[in-house]
C-alpha cells in the first residue's frame, strides 16, 4: 500500500511537469504562432496597401485617360460639325453659282434668240427691197479710187485755201465724188486741222461740204 501511494504520488508530479511542459510548448507555439500571424497579417496588409494604392493609380489613369478621350472625341465631334456646316456653306455656294449661271445661261438665250430673230426680220426686209429695187441703200457706189498724185497734208499752220485749192486740183484729177472727197480730206489732216474732226458728227466727218465749212471757220485767217 504505502509503495503504491508513492508511486501515485511520483505519477502525479510526472503529469503535473508534464502539463506544465506542455502549456509552456503550447504558450510558446501559441505566441510563435501569434507572432508569425501577425507578422504575416502585417505583411499582407501592407501589400493590399499597396494594391490599393496602384488600383487608386490605376484609377486616376483611367479617370484622366477616360477624361482626355472624351474632350478628344468632343473635339472631333465640334471639327465633324464645322466641316458639316462648311460643307452646306459650300453646297450653298455652288447651288447660287449655278442657279447665277442658269439665269445668266437663259437670259443670254433669249437676247441671243431675239438678236437672231431680229436679224432674221432685217435680212427679210432686205431681201424684200433687194427683189423689189427699193431704198438708197441699193445705190451702190463705185469703190474709191487710189490718187494717181501724191496729196498732201494740212496741219492749219499754213494758208487754209492755198491747201484747198491744192485739194481740189488733186481730187479733180482723181474724179473723186463728193464722200470719197471727204474720206481723203479727213485723212490728209494733222495736228489742230484733225481736232476739228473730234467737233463733228459722224455724219458731218462724210460730208465734203460740212467738213470744209468747218476748216474754214477755224482756219479762214490763215494766209
Not at 172 to 196: F, G, V
Amino acid at each position: 500500500m504505502p509503495t503504491t501511494r508513492a508511486m501515485e504520488a511520483q505519477f502525479q508530479i510526472f503529469l503535473e511537469k508534464l502539463t506544465a511542459s506542455m502549456n509552456a510548448n503550447m504558450g510558446e507555439m501559441k505566441s510563435d504562432l501569434t507572432a508569425s500571424m501577425n507578422a504575416n497579417m502585417g505583411e499582407m496588409k501592407s501589400e493590399l496597401t499597396g494594391m490599393n494604392a496602384n488600383m487608386g493609380e490605376m484609377k486616376s489613369e483611367l479617370t484622366a485617360n477616360k477624361e482626355e478621350l472624351k474632350s478628344d472625341l468632343k473635339g472631333i465631334g465640334d471639327k465633324l460639325t464645322t466641316m458639316d456646316k462648311k460643307f452646306e456653306e459650300m453646297e450653298g455656294r455652288i447651288e447660287s453659282v449655278e442657279n447665277k449661271f442658269e439665269n445668266k445661261f437663259v437670259d443670254i438665250e433669249n437676247k441671243f434668240e431675239n438678236k437672231f430673230e431680229d436679224m432674221e426680220s432685217k435680212l427679210e426686209k432686205l431681201k424684200q427691197k433687194v427683189m423689189t429695187g427699193q431704198g438708197d441703200e441699193f445705190k451702190f457706189q463705185a469703190p474709191y479710187s487710189k490718187p494717181s498724185i501724191k496729196l498732201s497734208t494740212y496741219d492749219g499752220k499754213s494758208s487754209w485755201q492755198v491747201y484747198k485749192t491744192q485739194f481740189s486740183i488733186v481730187a479733180d484729177a482723181n474724179q473723186w465724188d463728193s464722200q470719197t472727197k471727204a474720206c481723203q480730206l479727213a485723212a490728209s489732216l494733222r495736228a489742230d486741222a484733225a481736232d476739228i474732226l473730234q467737233t463733228l458728227s459722224e455724219t458731218q466727218r462724210l460730208d465734203f461740204d460740212a467738213l470744209v465749212n468747218a476748216l474754214e471757220l477755224r482756219f479762214e485767217r490763215n494766209v
